[in-house]
C-alpha cells in the first residue's frame, strides 16, 4: 500500500552500521564511521641518454596517515586512547588495528584489516554527546605509523 507520499516501499534487508572497528593493545574497543588512510612515497623516473634507459627509483616512504572520522568511545576508553597515543615518546604504545566490515548482516562477511604498528596522533577534533547511555565522544582523530600492515579476509 503507498504511504502518505504515494510510494510503496519494501524494505531491503538490514545493513549493519558498524563499518570500522578499532581495537587497540591496550583493550580499548572504540568503533569509527570512517577511516581515510594514505600511504606514500617518493617515486622517480631517470632516463640514461646514452644507453636509451630508463630507470624508475623509489624513496623513503612518507609515514602513513590514517584519519578516523566519527570515533565513538566511552569516556574511559577515549581517555585512555589519546593519553595512551599522545605521547610519541612513550615506549610501548601498542598497535592499533583497524577492522573494516563490509555492510553484511550475512556470513562470512568480507573484512579488510589495516594494522598500525606503534602509532602516533598528530591530530584531535572532537564533541561532546549526551545520550541515554551516557556521555559519548565523537572525534575525528589522525594518527601516523612508520609500518601499516593491510590483510583480508572474513569475519
Known sequence: MPNIWGQTITIGGTLPGEKVK???SQNIGMIGQA???RAERPVTQLYDVLQGKLYVLTGI???ATIQIVGLLASTTDYVTFINTYANVCAPDRGDITLTA???SCTSPA????YVLDEPWLISIQGQVERSELGATFASTVVLQTLDLQLSSGSA
Open 22 to 24: 578499532i581495537t587497540c
Open 35 to 37: 577511516a581515510v588512510i
Open 101 to 103: 566490515y563490509t555492510p
Open 61 to 63: 616512504p612518507q609515514p
Open 110 to 113: 568480507p573484512v579488510l584489516t
